[in-house]
């Protein structure tokens, strides 16, 4: 059986007084390009930091790609790229030779013409990076980050200061590098981007795991929401029930699961309720992460 | 091991610091060494003068050690690099790639040993230059003298980067490491002072490796013989690399 691509188990991180990851036990599947989701300070940052041995834990372990990264980091790390923190470059160099101490820190191996050319950096690869804007930066890390041609990409806030141009491209890029049977994880708190962006979802909250699965899974039915006046909710219940729609009351709303509104208003209109309102709802990633981690406070 | 101190490398040469450090380091000892021989030949044969004006030997000694005495070179060149990388991030990152601590401090310890030992040997080439035109009288330093004040020089600098690497490990910030580190320096010399302690004095020790030779004459200090200097270098390094390697393999990056 093919390990995770990442797998932690009872993960606890302390700083100080501030208890950041509390037993968090979470996998990243392989091959998957995978949202990571959380509220700022959910303990995002701390587990990939943890992952890639930057960062102890109080108790728990860690694997990456089925390696024990508690005492046998060094095998593995060769096949992970990262980008964690924000990009963390060296200002005084050009871009190209903070490619190339990437290049010889890792051993030699890798391509950095064509990495310059997969980042849109070739033509400013020799001025310094001080001079280089936010989204440059970026990019230039995120190419760091895939100079060995990693199995697995942990990258933390990539679309930050990407503009919409750049992040269509970075989302073209990791899905293409999915595609090629690369794992990608992604933490972000733009849920607009993970949702455009991840095939798999993987919300914490406060150090804890509150909700991992398929986009599909966790978004879940779409649903209609009908109105109706109080007094005939009981009826449209009935009518909604017989028609083999489910529904159920909140507040003054009545929420059938359907995408069908004409069936759940035909249903109603036979029972002799008349809605004032029918609006389907979409739900988004949005959504469910607010109830679940708002559910989680 | 290779690939990260080619790393290194590119780091440091890339920057314009390691130029800036030589200039600086060569205008200070050279005017220093000028401005001691031209006033030790105005005085000569007037009651101002302390000691008689040295021989050349002696003039040679002496520009070494004011060379040799520019330990702020290492510490300012080690703080700002390595001290830097904790401030800003590339630490962590550089672990990413490669993730046995110990490996990358091995790494920055040799190249950043290298680079100032080379800016303190052209420190005292110039030196040396302006003695050989200066100085009184005749003679020169064999082949073999000058291997040894080279493996001298890199004993002192050794020494220096060793405690510069564990102010940068400690204080994770370039501003702090630079300042308490030259403040450890400053307060070491003073230190050096006291009987109690004269005898681990890094800077005496400093003094002591190039043989005991004092131009001024106004500072009685105890200057240790050669091996017992040596050993003194050799006690401090292997006590700050010790410190420096734990602190970083045990702290989070």
């Keep these: 059986m093919t390990s995770p691509a990442a797998q932690m188990i009872g993960l606890r991180k302390i700083f100080k007084k501030t208890l950041a990851l509390d037993g968090l036990s979470l996998t990243f599947p392989r091959g998957r390009l995978i949202g990571f989701l959380g509220p700022n300070g959910a303990g995002k940052t ?35 790229g990262a980008m964690v923190e924000g990009p963390a470059l060296y200002d005084t160099l050009s871009g190209r030779d903070n490619l190339v101490v990437a290049q010889r820190s890792r051993g030699d191996g890798g391509d950095i013409v064509g990495t310059l050319d997969l980042i849109g950096l070739a033509e400013r690869a020799d001025d310094k990076v001080s001079g280089y804007s936010k989204g440059m930066k970026q990019r230039l890390a995120l190419g760091m980050a895939l100079l060995n041609d990693p199995e697995l990409l942990l990258l933390d806030e990539p679309m930050d200061g990407l503009d919409p141009a750049g992040q269509k491209t970075l989302r073209e890029l990791l899905r293409r590098l999915v ?82 509104a004409r069936a759940a208003g035909r249903a109603l209109a036979d029972a002799g309720v008349y809605p004032f309102e029918l609006i389907v709802e979409k739900r988004g990633l949005e959504q469910v992460f607010l109830e679940l981690t708002e559910a989680d406070r | ?127 040396l230059a302006i003695t050989v035109v200066l100085a009184e009288g005749s003679g020169f330093l064999t082949f073999g003298e000058i291997s040894v004040i080279i493996g ?41 002072l006291l009987p109690i302690y004269r005898r681990i004095s890094l800077s005496n020790a400093v003094t002591g490796i190039f043989g005991q030779f004092d131009l001024t004459g106004i500072v009685p200090i105890y200057v240790p013989d050669p091996p017992a200097a040596a050993a003194v270098l050799a006690g401090w390094t292997t006590l700050a690399l010790t410190v420096a390697v734990l602190i970083a393999v045990r702290r989070d990056a």
Excluded at chain 1, 46 to 72: E, H, Q, Y
Excluded at chain 2, 2 to 10: C, D, N, P, S, V
């Design chain 1, 46 to 80: 701390t587990t990939f930091r943890i992952l890639l041995g930057l960062a102890r834990p109080n108790a728990g372990t860690a694997s990456l790609l089925g390696v024990d990264t508690s005492n046998n980091l060094q095998s593995v790390i060769g096949r992970v």
């Design chain 1, 179 to 260: 595609d090629d049977g690369k794992t990608v994880v992604v933490s972000s708190h733009v849920l607009a981007d993970i949702q455009a962006l991840a095939d798999y979802v993987v919300i914490i909250n406060r150090g804890r795991l509150v909700a991992e699965g398929s986009v599909a899974e966790l978004i879940g039915t779409d649903k209609t929401r009908i109105g109706v006046d109080s007094s005939e909710s009981d009826e449209a219940l009935t009518a909604l029930a017989q028609a083999g729609i489910t529904a159920s009351t909140r507040g003054e709303r009545i929420y059938a699961e359907t995408l069908d």
């Design chain 2, 1 to 127: 091991m290779t690939g990260l101190i080619r790393a290194e490398w590119t780091k440091v040469t890339r920057r314009k610091l390691a130029w800036i450090l030589a200039l600086v380091s060569v205008a200070l000892s050279g005017i220093g060494t000028a401005f001691t021989l031209i006033l030790a030949d105005i005085l000569e044969g007037t009651d101002e003068l302390v000691l008689p004006p040295p021989t050349k030997p002696e003039a040679y000694v002496s520009a070494l050690q004011s060379a040799a005495g520019n330990t702020w070179v290492p510490i300012i060149l080690v703080t700002i690099i390595v001290a830097g990388e904790y401030a800003k991030g590339t630490w962590p990152v550089s672990l990413t790639w490669d993730s046995r601590r110990t490996r990358h401090l091995g790494a920055k310890f040799i190249v950043l040993t290298a680079v100032s030992a080379a800016i303190i040997l052209i420190t005292a080439v110039v030196t």
């Design chain 2, 152 to 192: 001298k020089v890199l004993l002192v600098q050794v020494a220096w980067v060793g405690i510069a690497l564990l102010g940068s490990v400690l204080f994770r910030s370039a501003a702090l490491a630079v300042g308490l580190t030259l403040g450890f320096s400053f307060a070491e010399q003073i230190l050096g």
